[in-house]
T-cell receptor, first 110, second 117 residues
Framework: SQQGEEDPQALSIQEGENATMNCSYK?????LQWYRQNSGRGLVHLIL?????REKHSGRLRVTLDTSKKSSSLLITASRAADTASYFC??????????FGKGTTLSVSS | GAVVSQHPSRVICKSGTSVKIECRSL??????MFWYRQFPKQSLMLMAT?????????EQGVEKDKFLINHASLTLSTLTVASAHPEDSSFYIC?????????????FGPGTRLTVL
């Protein structure tokens, strides 16, 4: 089953610009996490935000969570070519498996 | 940090062959491991939840007789794709939860790319 829907499906920007990706989900959650995946590779965990948090920062990443709207956003500031990857949100309940969204493919050109 | 390994990283086999993929937690004990499948340009889909010492719980639409999961120890879960066919070609990723860690923490393996000819 799939929980989240990312928006947009694909995003192309220039280096230095900001990239914003959105994720919506359907059921109540315990946490929401964002992952990055380079083409054909494994997952890299970026950030976890708990259901009682509204915003979290990590380096150039900023994540927001609106549980009333069942949505989250991931902002990457001052993007670099190395940020080119697919980004997935994933949600879980307490002690359950992660359910992934469809993902956003980000392309950053120099 | 916690490390999860998968073996093999890549396998190419003929149609009808059975393929076994191992998922190991290297420096922690995992009572629960999860298996995901990812088709090209798509997201990860949960296939099954594997609990040590008990039968796996499969997601709807996943054939338990085709995707055999064995979680025989606290550090090893195996996924066997029985009589693989080209439509089983995919990227298989496992994750493991540290039994002493927070329940919301999962560690992902690097994935196994299966190509069935």
């Amino acid at each position: 089953s799939q929980q989240g829907e990312e928006d947009p499906q694909a995003l192309s920007i220039q280096e230095g610009e900001n990239a914003t990706m959105n994720c919506s989900y359907k059921t109540s959650i315990n946490n929401l996490q964002w992952y990055r995946q380079n083409s054909g590779r494994g997952l890299v965990h970026l950030i976890l935000i708990r259901s009682n948090e509204r915003e979290k920062h990590s380096g150039r990443l900023r994540v927001t969570l609106d549980t009333s709207k069942k949505s989250s956003s991931l902002l990457i500031t001052a993007s670099r070519a190395a940020d080119t990857a697919s980004y997935f949100c994933a949600t879980d309940g307490v002690g359950t498996a992660l359910i992934f969204g469809k993902g956003t493919t980000l392309s950053v050109s120099s | 940090g916690a490390v999860v390994s998968q073996h093999p990283s890549r396998v190419i086999c003929k149609s009808g062959t059975s393929v076994k993929i191992e998922c190991r937690s290297l420096d922690f004990q995992a009572t629960t491991m999860f298996w995901y499948r990812q088709f090209p340009k798509q997201s990860l889909m949960l296939m099954a939840t594997s609990n040590e010492g008990s039968k796996a719980t499969y997601e709807q639409g996943v054939e338990k007789d085709k995707f055999l999961i064995n979680h025989a120890s606290l550090t090893l879960s195996t996924l066997t794709v029985a009589s693989a066919h080209p439509e089983d070609s995919s990227f298989y990723i496992c994750s493991a939860r540290d039994r002493r860690g927070a329940p919301d923490t999962q560690y992902f393996g690097p994935g196994t790319r299966l190509t069935v000819l």
